[in-house]
């Protein structure tokens, strides 16, 4: 019944205003997220990147370059539930770590307003192409239940056998507001390894590819699950097919003046790292760095094709990343790349270097070029940001929009604190210029605290929470309430 309320709530709010009333000059959406990708990889962050990125690099100086952009989580799927609903991650049923396959139980319910539904309310085409990584249902061959996805990783084994792949599946994009899904359920180092269109698999899945498998020799099969794999895949083609269908995509609506929001999370620069032929050995950072230019040249294919088709002036494209980088290439040697800059930790960190993100907006008739922000705002903020340009402010959740900052660089963020979360379900605080991490001890539950003003030390170096337990106490209670409000 709450359900049913809700959606209803949903229909009334959304079309009271119809999408036949949306305007001309109505922007495209693109948002572009790197999967992996740190602080330290793109040149415009780190002019010592031994890895070129003449098309992120452009992009920033063709817009607006955000210097403290942060996601929710310092891991993917928390991350990406945080895009799509604009909620911090633990709002849904998964308090840590990640979903280990594309089986897994869908982490967003159907009765939730999504990012699409905000974009489909206004008439606009959507579409995710990439990877997903949020949780599909699939039918057993056997019986009327869904499969179940393993709850641990278990070093990449316990692959799941038992899947229908003739019938269709549930709970992905195509049910929480995408017109179009083309893309990896989980990603290219988790089962299935199959592209699937909308519900179906491109291809029925009949080879088990087993652990660290490669699927062909000289590439990497690093933090490769064991699972179904549909006849000759090749992981070093999944990101230029993604490309290519996100610039099918874009064609087609341009052609159609139909406005269109279009999300894109690639696989690169995530482990496996497979670049393709064209790419492999463009970076001086082994074939991580390598998988960083491909994601690279997807943003220049994308940029050329708005241009190509005229519709670059206004389009609003956001580049991105999920998380902080990982510090080696799969060989595991750094290359003496730093992939998240001077910043402390990595990936899966609670320290700056797990969340803080490259983050670069073009929108030539709104953004002016050549600006840069220091203020503070999330990935997840974007969900708000877009609220606030489809005059939507009814819908809440826990970001805060951007707009204003997008339209004038000089304007102050609205957020003055946000909250990190990890891998170990563990939380951070940043408040202003304070950065606060509370930790309990395995052995006798006690607890110790580390406090940092960023803007004296933005690399986390000096730990001030014995000279300043006030500041401690301040920001725990602080912290305590955001997680419990």
Known sequence: MKKVVFLNVFFILFYIKSAAQVAADQPNVIFILADDMG???????????????????????????????????????????????????????????????????????????TIADIFKSKGYATAVIGKWHLGINFLKKKGFSFVKGKDWHESGLQGTRNVDF???????????GFDYFFGSGGGHNMEPYVFIENRYTKGLPTIWREKDQPTKEGISAREVHEGWMV????????????????????????????????????????????????????????ERGDMVAEFDWTVGQIMRKLEELGIMENTLLIVS?????????????????????????????????????????????????????NELIS?????????????LSDIKGDGIS????????????????????????????????????????EKDGSWSYELF?????????????????????????????LINE
């Open 379 to 391: 990935v997840m903020d974007i969900y708000a940001t877009f609220l606030d340009l489809m005059d």
């Open 402 to 441: 951007f707009l204003q900052i997008l339209k004038d660089e000089k304007a102050k963020s609205q957020r003055t604190q946000m909250v990190h979360h990890t891998y170990s379900g563990k939380y951070a605080l940043s408040y202003r210029n304070w950065k606060f991490i509370p930790s309990r001890s």
């Open 321 to 373: 990343s999920d998380n902080g980088g990982t510090p080696t290439s799969d060989d595991g040697k750094d290359y003496d790349h730093k992939s998240c800059g001077d910043l402390r930790g990595y990936k899966g960190s609670l320290y700056e270097g797990g969340h803080r993100v490259p983050f670069m907006v073009s929108w030539p008739s709104n953004v002016k070029a050549k600006t840069q922000t």
């Open 231 to 286: 006849q000759g895949w090749d992981d070093t083609t999944i990101g230029p097919t993604l490309t290519k269908k996100s610039l099918d995509f874009i064609e087609t609506n341009a052609q159609s003046k139909k406005p269109f929001f279009l999300y894109l999370p690639t696989v690169s620069p995530h482990r496996p790292c497979t670049p393709p032929d064209f790419i492999k050995g463009k970076s001086q950072a082994g």
């Open 39 to 113: 602080y330290g990889d793109p040149g415009c962050y780190n002019a010592e990147s031994k890895i070129p990125t003449p098309n992120m690099d452009r992009l920033a100086q063709e817009g607006m370059l955000f210097t403290n952009a942060h996601t929710a989580s310092s891991v993917c799927t928390p991350s990406r539930y945080s895009f799509i609903t604009g909620k911090y991650p633990w709002r849904s049923y998964l308090k840590k770590e990640v979903l280990w396959s594309t089986f897994n139980t869908p982490l967003i319910d159907k009765s939730e307003i």
């Open 166 to 176: 003739m019938s269709p599946s549930y709970g992905g994009p195509n049910d929480l």
């Open 453 to 481: 003003n960023l803007s004296e030390d933005p690399f986390e170096t000096e730990n001030l929470s014995k000279q300043i337990p006030e500041k401690v106490e301040e920001l725990d209670s602080m912290l305590k309430s």
